[in-house]
């Protein structure tokens, strides 16, 4: 069975960092486009970040220069490095793979004093 599984959340302060990773568990496969996502309560899920195998990113307008999207093809892993952090970043961060349709579980950020 093929799973993305997320790791790095956690509790942390306002103007703190985390640093999030993703890499794929079970049925072995090359991580292709790759996204990352958030779902806070009450809201939709939505796009945070995006890189191809090549190392092209982009970023949703409230994340730019304070996210950044990398991956690690050697280790088949997606980092999602989170500086800034403020209150409105608390969510269930999401690992997917564009291509293939796979979802990680997901991981809690939560952002707080």
């Known amino acids: 069975q093929v799973q993305l599984v997320e790791s790095g959340g956690g509790l942390v302060q306002p103007g703190g960092s985390l640093r999030l990773s993703c890499a794929p568990s079970?049925?072995?496969?090359?991580?292709?486009?790759m996204g990352w996502y958030r779902q806070a309560p009450g809201k939709q899920r939505e796009l945070v970040a995006r890189i191809n195998s090549a190392g092209t990113t982009n970023y949703a307008d409230a994340v730019k220069g304070r996210f950044t999207i990398s991956r690690d093809n050697a280790k088949n892993t997606v980092f999602l490095q989170m500086n800034s952090l403020k209150p409105e970043d608390t969510a269930v961060y999401y690992c997917?793979?564009?291509?293939?349709?796979?979802w990680g579980q997901g991981t809690q950020v939560t952002v707080s004093s």
């Open positions: 079970g049925a072995i496969f090359r991580l292709s486009i």
């Open positions: 997917y793979d564009i291509v293939r349709g796979v």
